[in-house]
C-alpha cells in the first residue's frame, strides 16, 4: 500500500494540473478571441482607407450633399493652406465647424489637400471610432466586444459614410470618447467631468447633437445612484458626479462662447441663420407637421433589418431593468437615451439627410450588441410582476410595432384600409400598433394558459439566435460591399483633374464647386441659396471665371434667373457626369 500521504500529494498535484490546464484553456480562449477581434479590426481598417478616391456609392443617400459636403466643408482649411487665407469668401468652414477646420489645417499642411486626404480625415475618425467601440463593449464582455468589433468593422452604412469627409465623423468620435469616459473605473470624477467636456466638444464640432450632453448625464446619473446604492450615500454622490460633469461641461463651453460664439455672433448668422430658419420648426404646428412624418420611417430603411431584434432586446433588457435595475450596466442607459434623443431631435427636423441619421449609428450598433450581450446572459425569460408588467408590455408592443411597420407593410401591403380617413403615417402606424398589441396579448395569454411565468432559454437557443443574427447581418454587408467594390468609380478625382488642365487659372462657382477644384489649384466660390452665402452678384464680385452647376435642386435655372446678364453671354463649354449629376461648365466672357 501507498502511504496516504502519497495519494494526499497526489490528489494535490492532480489538482493543480487541472486547475492549470483550465486556466491554460482560458487564456488560451482569450488569445483567440483578441486574434478575431484583431483580424476585424484589421478588415475595418481595409474598408475605410482602400481607395480613398473613389466616389462614395450611388444611392448611399437621397441627397447630393453626401457627394460633395465633405468636400466643400474642407474649403477654409484647403485656402489656408494653398493660398494663406482662411476666408477668401463667403462660405466659412471655421464658422460652420471651428474644431474641424483647426484640425485639418496641420493635417492638409502634413498630407496635402486631394481628396484621399480629406477621405482620410474623416477615415481615421472612422477607425477612432471602431476602437472606442470595441473598448466599451469589452467593459461588458468579450461577446459583447466581439460582436462590436464585428458591427462597427464592417456594417455597411458606418463604413460608407465613414470614408466621405462630413463633420459628422469627428462628431462621432467626441461622443464615444464621452461614453468611455464616463465608463472609466478609476479616478471616476475626473473622467466624469471629462465626459462633460467631450460631449461639448460633440456638440461644438457640429450642433446637430443638442441632445447628446442630456444623453451623457442621463447615463452619469445612473451610474451615480447605482454606486451611490451600493456605498449607502446616494445624494452624495449624486451631486459629486453632477458637479463635475457641470465643470466640464461649462470648461467646454466657456471658451467656445468667448471666442467664437459671441465674437463671431453676426458672421455666424448670416452664414447659419437661413440654414437654421429652413431646417428646424418655427412654431409648434409646424413642429407637430414635421413629426409626424419622422425619419424612422424613411431613412433607416437601409437598416431596417436590425428591427428584427426588437422584440428579444426589448423584452429582455426592459424586463431586467424594471426588475432589477441594478444589474443595467450604464452603458446600456448612455446609448438609448443617446438614440431615443437623437430619433426625437431628429424627428422635428425638416430636412433629415442620411448623414444626420448616422449620428445614431453608433448607438444603435451599441444597443445591438449590448441586447445580444444580455440575451446570452438571460437563461430565462420571465414576466415581471407588479408595476412593471405594464411599462415591459408597452416597450414590446413598441417594437413590435416597428417590426410590423416594415416586415408587414414592405412585404404584404396594407391597403387603404381605412378609406384614406386617415394620413398614411398614422393608418399604418395605428393599423401596426393594434396588430402589435394582438400578438402580445395572445402570447401573454399562452403564458397564462400554460400556468407558467416563466420560459426557459437553453444556452443552444440563444447561440443559435445570436449566431443566425450574425450570419444574416455578415451576409447583407458583404453583398453590399462587394457590389460596391465592383462598380465603384472615380468621377470627382477625374473630373477635377480634367478640369485643373483645361483650365488651369480658373475661379470657378457652383454649389458643388470645391469638387471641381479638390485635385487642382483652382479657387472655388460655392454659391448656396439665396440669403445664404456668396449668392449676392458672385461673379463680379469674385472675378469667376466658370460655373459648375446642375439641374439639381434647380441650380440651373436659379443662376439663369439671378444672373441672367451674365449667363446671357456665358458660352457653355461641356458638360460633364459627376456622381451621377450632369454638370455644366459655362465660362464667362
Request: proline share 4%.
Amino acid at each position: 500500500m501507498r502511504p496516504r500521504g502519497f495519494s494526499i500529494a497526489l490528489t494535490g498535484f492532480c489538482g493543480q494540473a487541472t486547475e492549470t490546464m483550465k486556466l491554460g484553456q482560458r487564456e488560451m480562449g482569450r488569445w483567440l478571441l483578441w486574434g478575431v477581434i484583431a483580424a476585424l479590426l484589421l478588415l475595418g481598417v481595409g474598408l475605410r482607407f482602400a481607395d480613398l478616391n473613389a466616389d462614395p456609392p450611388f444611392g448611399l443617400s437621397s441627397s447630393a450633399g453626401i457627394y460633395f459636403d465633405g468636400i466643400s466643408t474642407a474649403h477654409s482649411a484647403r485656402s489656408y493652406v494653398l493660398f494663406g487665407e482662411m476666408r477668401p469668401d463667403e462660405w466659412d468652414g471655421f464658422l460652420y465647424s471651428p474644431i474641424m477646420t483647426l484640425v485639418q489645417i496641420p493635417w492638409f499642411k502634413c498630407l496635402g489637400t486631394s481628396l484621399s486626404e480629406i477621405n482620410g480625415f474623416a477615415a481615421t475618425c472612422s477607425l477612432l471610432t471602431l476602437l472606442c467601440a470595441v473598448l466599451l463593449l469589452k467593459r461588458l464582455s468579450w461577446v459583447a466586444a466581439l460582436l462590436g468589433a464585428l458591427f462597427f468593422s464592417t456594417e455597411y452604412l458606418l463604413v460608407q459614410m465613414g470614408r466621405v469627409g462630413l463633420v459628422e465623423n469627428p462628431v462621432i468620435v467626441c461622443m464615444m470618447l464621452a461614453a468611455l469616459a464616463m465608463q472609466a473605473r478609476k479616478r471616476v470624477l475626473f473622467w466624469t467631468g471629462m465626459a462633460g467636456f467631450l460631449a461639448m466638444l460633440a456638440f461644438i464640432t457640429k450642433a446637430i447633437v443638442p441632445y447628446y450632453p442630456l444623453a451623457v448625464l442621463i447615463g452619469v446619473g445612473f451610474r451615480a445612484w447605482r454606486d451611490g446604492d451600493e456605498q449607502g450615500r446616494v445624494m452624495r454622490t449624486l451631486l459629486l458626479r453632477g458637479g463635475c460633469y457641470a465643470l466640464g461641461l461649462a470648461l467646454a463651453t466657456l471658451p467656445w462662447l468667448l471666442f467664437f460664439r459671441l465674437p463671431y455672433a453676426e458672421a455666424i448668422e448670416a452664414f447659419g441663420g437661413q440654414w437654421i430658419r429652413s431646417t428646424f420648426p418655427q412654431t409648434l404646428g409646424d413642429a407637430l407637421s414635421t413629426s409626424t412624418r419622422t425619419f424612422i420611417f424613411f431613412n433607416m430603411g437601409k437598416i431596417q433589418n436590425l428591427w428584427l431584434l426588437a422584440i428579444p432586446i426589448t423584452v429582455v433588457v426592459a424586463g431586467r431593468f424594471f426588475r432589477r435595475p441594478r444589474e443595467l450596466d450604464p452603458l446600456g442607459v448612455l446609448l438609448t437615451a443617446w438614440f431615443v434623443g437623437g430619433c426625437l431631435f431628429i424627428s422635428l427636423l425638416k430636412a433629415t439627410p442620411v448623414r444626420y441619421v448616422y449620428t445614431l449609428l453608433p448607438a444603435l450598433y451599441g444597443l445591438l450588441a449590448y441586447g445580444l450581450h444580455e440575451l446570452i446572459k438571460t437563461k430565462r425569460f420571465s414576466l415581471p410582476k407588479q408595476w412593471s408588467t405594464l411599462l415591459t408590455d408597452v416597450a414590446a408592443v413598441i417594437g413590435l410595432t416597428v417590426i410590423l411597420r416594415y416586415f408587414v407593410h414592405y412585404r404584404i401591403s396594407f391597403g387603404p384600409i381605412l378609406c384614406g380617413y386617415l394620413p398614411k403615417i398614422w393608418e399604418l402606424l395605428l393599423l401596426s400598433f393594434l396588430m402589435a398589441a394582438a400578438l402580445w396579448l395572445a402570447f401573454r395569454l399562452v403564458l397564462r394558459l400554460l400556468k407558467r411565468r416563466e420560459i426557459p432559454l437553453p444556452l443552444v437557443l440563444r447561440v443559435l439566435f445570436v449566431l443566425a443574427v450574425v450570419g444574416h447581418f455578415t451576409k447583407q454587408n458583404a453583398v453590399a460591399t462587394r457590389n460596391w467594390w465592383k462598380t465603384r468609380r472615380h468621377t470627382i478625382v477625374q473630373t477635377s483633374r480634367a478640369l485643373g488642365e483645361r483650365y488651369p487659372q480658373m475661379v470657378i462657382g457652383g454649389t458643388a464647386a470645391c469638387a471641381a477644384v479638390v485635385e487642382n489649384r483652382g479657387q472655388a466660390i460655392r454659391v448656396c441659396k439665396p440669403k445664404w452665402c456668396n449668392y449676392d452678384n458672385p461673379i463680379g464680385r469674385f472675378g469667376m471665371t466658370h460655373t459648375f452647376i446642375t439641374d439639381y435642386a434647380g441650380e440651373a435655372s436659379r443662376w439663369q434667373g439671378l444672373y441672367a446678364e451674365h449667363m446671357t453671354n456665358a458660352v457653355l463649354r461641356e458638360t460633364v457626369e459627376v456622381c451621377g449629376y450632369p454638370f455644366k461648365i459655362f465660362e464667362f466672357q
